[in-house]
Nanobody, 122 residues
Framework: VQLQASGGGLVQPGGSLRLSCAAS????????IGWFRQAPGKEREGVAC??????????FYYDPMNGRFAISRDNTKNTVYLQLNNLKPEDTAVYSC??????????????WGQGTLVTVSS
């Protein structure tokens, strides 16, 4: 099982980025995928998770009040995306993705990938 996050970089406050999580080594369409981030000196925190269904309930945001991030998936490309909009300096972190243990967002993950650094600064 491999998960590789990409798409990070340096962006000014208010800018946008789209992160990608490319997965391989398992039946991608059968499992939920989650995005996490870890800011310097802080613990890792969940950002979002997407299950395998097409209902709105198959998407979970750890901070539902955020409203600036959007998760999506393309099963034909074995890829999950995280759209980051209106970025703020406090969004600076290493963003990584993880394979869920089930088809829905249960909070359980069994494989983690390498992260991509997002730096929000003017």
């Amino acid at each position: 099982v491999q998960l590789q996050a990409s798409g990070g970089g340096l962006v000014q406050p208010g800018g946008s980025l789209r992160l990608s999580c490319a997965a391989s080594g398992f039946n991608f369409g059968y499992y939920a995928i989650g995005w996490f981030r870890q800011a310097p000196g802080k613990e890792r925190e969940g950002v979002a998770c997407i299950g395998t269904g097409s209902r709105a309930s198959d998407i979970f945001y750890y901070d539902p009040m955020n409203g600036r991030f959007a998760i999506s998936r393309d099963n034909t490309k074995n890829t999950v995306y995280l759209q980051l909009n209106n970025l703020k300096p406090e969004d600076t972190a290493v963003y990584s993705c993880a394979k869920g243990s089930y088809h829905y967002c249960s909070g359980a993950y069994d494989y983690w990938g390498q992260g991509t650094l997002v730096t929000v600064s003017s």
